[in-house]
Nanobody
Framework: QVQLVESGGGLVQAGGSLRLSCAASGRTLRDYTVAWFRQTPGKEREFVAALFRSGGNTYYADSVKARFTISRDNAKNTAYLQMNNLKPEDTAVYYC???????????????????WGQGTQVTVSS
């Protein structure tokens, strides 16, 4: 049974930082592409960042590039999203997701991911 548990969300002022964690059990994260998505009410889930399983290449949405960093600690079987210089428009529920068979061209498509966490709220005040 796969379980992904996100943590680290909260309320932060604009310009601040947060680090989200995604702890995995039941699967070895290094064998999977790991991604972060976010969602606000009434909107479709939006791609934020991905760490591809083969080679460890990273991909980011243009809106977060140079501010967010995705990483993985194999020893802890945990993925992270370091978020710096947060903006009010970053406010959302953030989800981590994994998939073992994802092809590179699909890393930004939320429908391609098999396993999801429950989400963690990030609120950035202006």
């Amino acid at each position: 049974q796969v379980q992904l548990v996100e943590s680290g969300g909260g309320l932060v002022q604009a310009g601040g930082s947060l680090r989200l964690s995604c702890a995995a059990s039941g699967r070895t994260l290094r064998d999977y592409t790991v991604a972060w998505f976010r969602q606000t009410p009434g909107k479709e889930r939006e791609f934020v960042a991905a760490l591809f399983r083969s080679g460890g290449n990273t991909y980011y949405a243009d809106s977060v590039k140079a501010r967010f960093t995705i990483s993985r600690d194999n020893a802890k079987n945990t993925a992270y999203l370091q978020m710096n210089n947060l903006k009010p428009e970053d406010t959302a529920v953030y989800y981590c997701a994994i998939d073992r068979h994802l092809i590179l061209s699909s890393v930004r498509r939320f429908v391609e991911y098999d396993f999801w966490g429950q989400g963690t709220q990030v609120t950035v005040s202006s």
